[in-house]
Nanobody
Framework: QVRLVESGGGLVQAGVSLRLSCAASGRIMSSNAMGWFRQAPGNEREFVASINSSGGTTWYADSVRGRFTISRDNAKNTVYLQMNSLKPEDTAVYYC???????????????????WGQGTQVTVSS
């Protein structure tokens, strides 16, 4: 079974940086595209960033482009989300997601992902 575990969330002030990690285990290897989503209270889950299986292609939501960077270390089965210049509106639970093996391309819709982590809370105070 596939398991995704996020870490790195916390309570921070606006303007600082955080790095989220997503450790993957089980039948999930470097052939999967990965993504990050977030959900704030009262809002739907929204796309944040995606990375293809090799790490050579990334895609971002307009709201985070230029501030967030997604990356992966396939040797460690880990995906990262570096978040810089955090804003209060970035406050949300952040979820890591993976596509089925061999679905290698980036994707922006939650329905295109097949495995999900439990989420990690990020709270940005003003």
């Amino acid at each position: 079974q596939v398991r995704l575990v996020e870490s790195g969330g916390g309570l921070v002030q606006a303007g600082v940086s955080l790095r989220l990690s997503c450790a993957a285990s089980g039948r999930i290897m470097s052939s999967n595209a990965m993504g990050w989503f977030r959900q704030a209270p009262g809002n739907e889950r929204e796309f944040v960033a995606s990375i293809n299986s090799s790490g050579g292609t990334t895609w971002y939501a307009d709201s985070v482009r230029g501030r967030f960077t997604i990356s992966r270390d396939n040797a460690k089965n880990t995906v990262y989300l570096q978040m810089n210049s955090l804003k209060p509106e970035d406050t949300a639970v952040y979820y890591c997601a993976a596509r089925y093996p061999l679905r290698t391309t980036v994707a922006v819709r939650a329905s295109e992902y097949d495995y999900w982590g439990q989420g990690t809370q990020v709270t940005v105070s003003s």
